[in-house]
């Protein structure tokens, strides 16, 4: 039970992390550094990263080891910063790119086999 309800704050830090990312890009937009320190688009960054580092913090000190942590929270960041940048910023994807996050979330799968 503590194991699923682990991977779920996991999960959500993850994608907290990629939403944080999101909206520094959003922040960011005008081009102006100053401007983007005060968007409101980076206070809500700031928060969902200091979310990360309390769920990840707490994830660590339950024993968590840092390879199953980092391999799902590097797959699971790629696929949604990918999908944030093709529907929110209309960024487009080479099929290299596509391969390699196919490849992110197999590498995740497979790290967490036991």
Do not use: C
């Amino acid at each position: 039970m503590f194991k699923i309800v682990h991977l779920a704050l996991i999960v959500v830090a993850i994608v907290a992390v990629a939403v944080a990312d999101a909206f520094l890009k959003k922040a960011a937009s005008d081009g102006v550094l100053v401007q983007a320190f005060k968007s409101p688009w980076m206070a809500g960054a700031t928060l969902l990263y200091l979310y990360q580092v309390v769920v990840m913090t707490y994830m660590f000190t339950r024993g968590w080891e840092l390879s199953i942590v980092g391999s799902l929270q590097t797959a699971l960041y790629a696929v949604i910063v990918v999908a944030a940048s093709v529907i929110l910023f209309k960024e487009t994807l080479t099929w290299v790119q596509v391969v390699g996050v196919v490849l992110a979330i197999g590498g995740a799968v497979l790290v967490n086999l036991e």
